[in-house]
């Protein structure tokens, strides 16, 4: 049973570039969430997908944006990045129960480390 | 806005006592709380959740403990190994229409052998 993948694992950009990121979410998960960790932080919520469709979004400027493919599996997207994208960014899948409830408890990935230079 | 907050950046313990690492929340409607362990270089890893309408939960070695009065919970770890060694976060579901996780800054645990 595979948990949550993600990649690349490290990444180096220069300002003003574009990134992608993909996560595979855990083996009957359909609901992937998306985080930010800075050095010495805890995660930030970035948004959440669920159908296909961002569902939840957290205070994050409108150059994150994402996708979710019809197996579950999601992309973030940053443009115009900043230095202050540097961090860690994390994927949790989780499942959406019978009525829409989903559980918050969440799987994580390894991660992706971005370096902005 | 909800916040939750840890009381110590860094905690440490000498192999097989017991550990005890504290988070606050500023939220008394927020009904599920959950506890995760990240080791360097990997993501979180669940550990242990309690809802509202329990006070303490107990998994193996670890005992979750909610104080709703004055909005405190507790992560203790019995007889703590060098393997416990890691950052703990605890995670605060909001109320509500907002279920989004708030999280702590996170507890840096270390083993002493």
């Known amino acids: 049973d595979a948990g949550v993948t993600q990649s690349p694992t490290h990444l180096i950009k220069t300002r003003g570039q574009q990134v992608t990121l993909r996560c595979s979410p855990k083996?009957?998960?359909?609901?992937v969430s998306w985080y930010q960790q800075a050095l010495g932080q805890g995660p930030q919520f970035i948004f959440q997908y669920y159908e296909e469709e961002e569902r939840q979004r957290g205070n994050f400027p409108d150059r994150f944006s994402g996708h979710q493919f019809p197996n579950y599996s999601s992309e973030l997207n940053v443009n115009a990045l900043l230095l202050g994208d540097s961090a860690l960014y994390l994927c949790?899948?989780?499942?959406?129960?019978?009525?829409?409830?989903?559980?918050?408890?969440?799987?994580f990935g390894p991660g992706t480390r971005l370096l902005v230079l | 806005g909800e916040s939750v907050g840890l009381h110590l950046p860094t905690l440490s313990v000498q192999e097989g006592d017991n550990s005890i690492i504290n988070c606050a929340y500023s939220?008394?409607?927020?009904?599920?709380f959950i506890w995760y362990k990240q080791e360097s270089g990997k993501g979180p890893q669940f550990i242990i959740d309690i809802r509202s309408n329990m006070d303490k939960r107990q998994g193996q070695r670890v005992t979750v403990l909610l104080n709703k009065t004055v909005k405190h919970l507790s992560l203790q770890i019995a007889a703590t190994q060098p393997g416990d060694s890691a950052v703990y976060f605890c995670?605060?579901?909001?109320?509500?229409?907002?279920?989004?996780?708030?999280w702590g800054l996170g507890t840096s645990l270390g083993v002493n052998p």
């Open positions: 995670a605060v579901q909001g109320a509500g229409n907002n279920r989004k996780l708030i």
């Open positions: 939220n008394s409607a927020s009904d599920y």
């Open positions: 083996s009957g998960h359909d609901t």
């Open positions: 949790a899948s989780s499942l959406r129960l019978a009525g829409g409830q989903v559980r918050v408890t969440q799987y």
